[in-house]
């Protein structure tokens, strides 16, 4: 079965500086690969998705991630943060599960933006 | 597009009462799949419906069941409601559900007293 790991549970960043959230997941082949961004109350919004191709994905509101398969990992980054990016994010995978196939999420990563 | 639309945003109900939450996914999709998010558990899978059919299933007890009608719009019911049943129950719709990507609903926030 496919898991996810999001290793920073709360990341705090002062506005205008660079961000890179993390996300390691575990199965056997190239999964799909989403980042998601839920505001507080709010449902989740999809940022970004990989399925194949180019491993440098790029997303809405200025983000991009970077698929690396060495490292079964599909890291988050921004070049420079905003106030409004104050959220928690959710990296999630796609994959067949015993023949299900299904999207699992991680346990998000909760982002403060200082001014 | 609209997005996908969520009835009722919040409901407080009484342990013992039953619920049901409404789902209302993107025009032309026809698959809706319900999440249960808690601080405790995160976000946890209920089921998916694909053209009226239950296609998975999460690891949830009986009391929560769901349907989903020729319109694609589904329904959520939790019976015999407990306190740990209070949560946000957020709603997907996807074109071709499974493991791609799924568009999401406000949420209903269920608080159980």
């Known amino acids: 079965a496919q898991s996810v790991t999001q290793p920073d549970i709360h990341i705090t960043v002062s506005e205008g500086a660079s961000l890179e959230l993390r996300c390691n997941y575990s199965y056997g082949a190239t999964p799909y690969l989403f980042w998601y961004v839920q505001s507080p109350g709010q449902g989740l919004q999809l940022l970004l998705k990989y399925f194949s191709g180019d491993t440098l994905v790029q997303g809405i509101k200025g983000f991009e991630a970077e698929f690396k398969r060495s490292q079964s990992s599909f890291n988050l980054r921004k070049p420079s943060v905003h106030w409004s990016d104050a959220a928690e994010y959710f990296c999630a995978v796609g994959a067949k599960d015993f023949g299900n196939e299904k999207l699992t999420f991680g346990t998000g990563t909760r982002l403060t933006i200082i001014p | 597009k609209a997005g996908v639309t969520q009835t009722p945003r919040y409901l407080i109900k009484t342990r013992g009462q039953q619920v049901t939450l409404s789902c209302s996914p993107i025009?032309?999709?026809?698959?809706v799949s319900w999440y249960q998010q808690t601080p405790g558990q995160g976000l946890q899978f209920l089921f998916e419906?694909?053209?009226?059919?239950?296609?998975n299933k999460g690891n949830f007890p009986g009391r929560f069941s769901g349907r989903q009608f020729s319109n694609s719009r589904s329904e959520m019911n939790v019976s015999t409601l407990e306190l740990g049943d209070s949560a946000l129950y957020l709603c997907?719709?996807?074109?071709?559900?499974?493991?791609?990507?799924?568009?999401f609903g406000p949420g209903t926030r269920l608080t159980v007293t």
């Open positions: 997907a719709s996807s074109s071709r559900g499974g493991h791609y990507e799924q568009y």
């Open positions: 419906y694909f053209s009226e059919t239950q296609r």
């Open positions: 025009s032309g999709h026809r698959s």
